[in-house]
């Protein structure tokens, strides 16, 4: 099970850090990653981290801007978010999937309910 917190509203420029906790399973086979959903549109990848921390990947639009990182003995993945501009507003989803292949790829087969982010120009 999965449980994102953290989202809420906050001017652009501003900074949230997001939360997503795990339980029911061992954390650290997991490959975690974020995804969020716009209004109207698709749900997108943002970042993924490796199940031991070592290895991070972002979607070009958050990179420099938005840092991955988890805490294996708190089960816990994170996901930093500074500059937000107005087009980072959406509901963000964190996800887990199996230890292997690429972290961008689809196969994220665990998923947390969202939490609401919205940025105010």
């Known amino acids: 099970q999965l449980q994102a917190s953290g989202g809420g509203l906050v001017q652009a420029g501003g900074s949230l850090r997001l939360s997503c906790a795990a339980s029911?399973?061992?954390?650290?086979?997991?490959?975690m990653g974020w995804f969020r959903q716009a209004p109207g549109k698709e749900r997108d990848f943002i970042a993924a981290i490796r199940w031991s921390g070592g290895s991070t990947y972002y979607e070009d639009s958050v990179k420099g801007r938005f840092t991955i990182s988890r805490d294996n003995a708190k089960n816990t993945v994170y996901l930093q978010m500074n500059s937000l501009k107005a087009e980072d507003t959406a509901v963000y989803y964190c996800?887990?999937?199996?230890?292997?292949?690429?972290?961008?790829?689809?196969?994220?087969?665990?998923w947390g309910q969202g939490t609401q982010v919205t940025v105010s120009s």
């Open positions: 996800a887990a999937k199996g230890p292997y292949g690429s972290l961008w790829l689809p196969g994220y087969d665990y």
């Open positions: 029911g399973r061992t954390f650290s086979d997991y490959n």
